[in-house]
T-cell receptor
Framework: EAQVTQNPRYLITVTGKKLTVTCSQN?????MSWYRQDPGLGLRQIYY???????DKGDVPEGYKVSRKEKRNFPLILESPSPNQTSLYFC?????????????FGPGTRLTVL | AQSVTQPDIHITVSEGASLELRCNYS??????LFWYVQSPGQGLQLLLK??????LVQGIKGFEAEFKRSQSSFNLRKPSVHWSDAAEYFC???????????FGRGTSLIVHP
């Protein structure tokens, strides 16, 4: 079954404690992306990756890092989380078969930073 | 730069009534247009998409959308809403060359029994 998985699904942490949210896909998609969703703001892109070792900033990259060492994984790293990073995070992927235009989303990670 | 406007933050309909969710976009060339649905506690699922051709596109769950170039719109419709349609709906636009979509802020659909 084609899927995008995220872990953890829920996380409560404290300011400054480094954390990583993992994203994995089994569709061999080249394109992977991270979004955050906040009430009234819709989805905003944080970072995206067109392939292994190729990453680029989205609209709201400050305070986040990513890496793409393997095609299937695209972890989101918060080196020093702050309360304004409390949000719902989604990983999404897309492949060449749809010219990268159709995105498949993970189930989301709800992060609370105290 | 491309942009998407969903003018309605909330829409309330009765079960069995028809539905239309509005989406307007701003983009110079022919856009690629999408509607996604987000059920409570879930990720986003693609409902339908328009790339070219017939301007009336059919999607899953009985939804359809019509691309109107003259109005820069891509409104989502359903003739008879079911309680299970209660969700957040997102319109998105991308170009053929840039596969990075821009999402609207979403419309929350509330369905009354």
């Amino acid at each position: 079954e084609a899927q995008v998985t995220q872990n953890p699904r829920y996380l409560i942490t404290v300011t400054g404690k480094k954390l990583t949210v993992t994203c994995s896909q089994n569709m061999n998609h080249e394109y992977m992306s991270w979004y955050r969703q906040d009430p009234g703001l819709g989805l905003r892109q944080i970072y995206y990756s067109m392939n292994v070792e190729v990453t680029d900033k989205g609209d709201v990259p400050e305070g986040y890092k990513v890496s793409r060492k393997e095609k299937r994984n695209f972890p989101l790293i918060l080196e020093s989380p702050s309360p304004n990073q409390t949000s719902l995070y989604f990983c999404a992927t897309a492949g060449a078969a749809s010219s990268y235009n159709e995105q498949f989303f993970g189930p989301g990670t709800r992060l609370t930073v105290l | 730069a491309q942009s998407v406007t969903q003018p309605d933050i909330h829409i309330t309909v009765s079960e069995g009534a028809s539905l239309e969710l509005r989406c307007n976009y701003s983009y110079g060339a022919t856009p690629y247009l999408f509607w996604y649905v987000q059920s409570p506690g879930q990720g986003l699922q693609l409902l339908l998409k328009y790339f070219s051709g017939d301007t009336l596109v059919q999607g899953i769950k009985g939804f359809e959308a019509e691309f109107k170039r003259s109005q820069s719109s891509f409104n989502l419709r359903k003739p008879s809403v079911h309680w299970s349609d209660a969700a957040e709906y997102f319109c998105a636009v991308s170009s053929g060359g840039s596969y990075i979509p821009t999402f609207g802020r979403g419309t929350s659909l509330i369905v009354h029994p």
